[in-house]
């Protein structure tokens, strides 16, 4: 088992950041399959990008050049950083980690509002 813990979330002006962090219960941002998703009211949840093992990223289009997906082994915390931020960014964020195909690991997720 693991727990992901999501903070950083908030409120914010169009065109300002945020940077979210996710923090694991214990090691795992080694392994592939880490990333961040969102989920805005109405709406279903959508991928934001994905970071692998080697610490490869692919983000959806919509972020792409804005958002950045790294993370420090060492603190066991994976990090979105989100610039140029919009109003149609505005959603509850999640990390997620999936070990195998039929696993999947949710935070709790955090909450990104941005005012135009």
């Known amino acids: 088992q693991v727990q992901l813990v999501e903070s950083g979330g908030g409120l914010v002006q169009a065109g300002g950041s945020l940077r979210l962090s996710c923090a694991a219960s214990?090691?795992?941002?080694?392994?592939?399959?880490m990333g961040w998703y969102r989920q805005a009211p109405g709406k279903q949840r959508e991928l934001v990008g994905k970071?692998?093992?080697?610490?490869?990223?692919t983000y959806v289009d919509s972020v792409k050049g804005r958002f950045t997906i790294s993370r420090d082994n060492a603190k066991n915390t994976m990090y979105l950083q989100m610039n140029s931020l919009k109003p149609e960014d505005t959603a509850v964020y999640y990390c997620?980690?999936?070990?195998?195909?039929?696993?999947?690991?949710w935070g709790q997720g955090t909450q990104v509002t941005v005012s135009s």
């Open positions: 997620m980690w999936k070990p195998d195909p039929v696993t999947t690991y």
């Open positions: 214990r090691t795992i941002f080694t392994m592939n399959g």
């Open positions: 970071i692998t093992s080697a610490s490869g990223t």
